[in-house]
């Protein structure tokens, strides 16, 4: 994948935490809570954080090949991600204002091969659609702006498709896993939750290189 745009939407929350907040409050909240938003990136990597049809190979965890295209309900909103995204340059982020209604991926060989023909969507290879899930991922929101309202002592429900992008997991998904290259930030910001722990799983987890990545000061600390 050499650069993409990535397209980006609220999902679907209940209760609904911005009930009471104007547009800045909003913007604040979304800005420290990146997991309230779905992404779309044509070509990256996702896994499933669901389980779709386990015997089918399509259980929690499961890495997908990458990202294949995207769809809506509406036609107008369709036209109008498309006429954006044509303009848009590599890493830009595009905002839409509903979530889509799939998500098409590549799935690996694997898979495919436990799948019935006709539930592909695309002629170019293995790509099945993923509709938004039924069932509901917990979640609480953090930040300043969420304490101020209130909304830190509240469990929030999240209706998201059931396919995240595949950039990066976290130290939960990576227990009892092996792989050939990890790449692990201990210090990054968006990490306010951070462990010793947690990066321990992280070490533990490679077979052939590990890439340490923080400033000497963050080490010393």
Known sequence: MVGRPIIRWVEKI????????????????????????????????????????????????????????????????????????????????????????????????????????DLFTSKDGNVLPFQTCSGDKDFKIHGVMAAKKGLVKVTFNVHSHHIALGFALTDYKFQGGNYKRIIVNPFSDLLPHNSLEATHVGFTRVQTALNMKGSTSSWRS
Do not use: W
């Not at 107008?76 to 209604?101: H, M, Q, S, T």
């Open 14 to 117: 209940s209760p609904d935490p911005f009930q009471l907040c104007t547009e800045e409050e909003k913007a604040s909240i979304l800005a420290d809570n990146p997991g309230l938003y779905g992404y779309y990136c044509e070509g990256a990597p996702a896994h499933l954080i669901n389980n779709v049809n386990v015997l089918r190979k399509l259980g929690n965890g499961q890495p997908l090949r990458a990202m294949h295209s995207i769809e809506f309900s509406d036609p107008i909103v369709a036209a109008a991600v498309a006429a954006a995204y044509r303009l848009a340059k590599p890493g830009d982020i595009i905002d839409v204002p509903v979530r889509p209604e799939f998500i098409h991926c590549i799935v690996n060989d694997e898979c495919a091969a436990t799948v019935d023909a």
